[in-house]
């Protein structure tokens, strides 16, 4: 019964057995007990824990700007944010809109004639933690990336293949000579073009407003 309690063992019980013991007060007509138990306050509820994405969004521009700054002198960064903090600015901005760490977005966002893609690695892996299948089949010739999604829209399939890219002239070397990363290593490739393909194809609502880098 709620009278053999002290105040203080009250104070302590979580909410459920806090409520256990108001009922056990009223099923036994002890209004006293019931009045030392509502008199004890709910327990507080512990507060969530910030995600680096959310913490980068809650600061202000001179401590984002100092960030990038101390950032730009690190020589583990891509080549396309050493020395330039604004790069890293905006970099972090846009993947913290996508929920991406600054850190993580660094590696996962790249500078692509002045504009800030996504990897394909970095959008499937988004896609994922959203609570939704994606399924990669792949080969040095072609691969196949199939969406299930677990929102009640339907997912989908798409292939990517080498042929595909070689009509597209994507496999031709750079102007100085550079082989093509789809001589070098056209696995990755073509599941970086056909997880581009199924997402835009069967999940736009999800990737919205993202450009692929493979892109």
């Not at 093509?180 to 056909?194: G, Q, V, Y």
Request: charged share 20%; hydrophobic share 40%; aromatic share 4%.
């Amino acid at each position: 019964k709620a009278t053999g309690r002290p105040f203080e063992e009250v104070l302590l019980l979580p909410g459920t057995l806090r409520e256990e013991v108001w009922r056990q007060a009223y099923e036994a007509q002890d209004p006293a007990g019931m009045a030392q138990v509502l008199a004890v306050p709910e327990p507080a509820q512990a507060q969530r824990a910030l995600s680096p994405a959310e913490s980068w969004q809650g600061l202000m521009l001179d401590q984002k700007l100092h960030y990038a700054t101390i950032l730009a002198d690190s020589t583990i960064i891509p080549d396309d944010y050493r020395k330039r903090p604004a790069n890293i600015l905006i970099a972090c901005s846009k993947g913290a809109a996508l929920g991406l760490s600054p850190e993580d977005s660094l590696y996962a966002i790249h500078g692509i004639q002045g504009r800030p893609p996504l990897s394909a690695e970095a959008v499937r892996a988004r896609v994922q933690a959203m609570g939704h299948k994606l399924t990669i089949e792949s080969s040095v010739t072609s691969a196949t990336v199939t969406l299930e999604r677990t929102d009640g829209h339907p997912g989908g399939s798409e292939t990517y293949t080498t042929e595909m890219a070689h009509r597209a002239g994507l496999d031709k070397p750079s102007k100085t000579g550079v082989p093509s990363k789809w001589t070098l290593d056209p696995e990755p490739m073509c599941i970086a073009r056909a997880s581009s393909r199924v997402l835009k194809a069967h999940a736009a609502d999800l990737v919205c407003g993202i450009t692929f880098a493979e892109d």
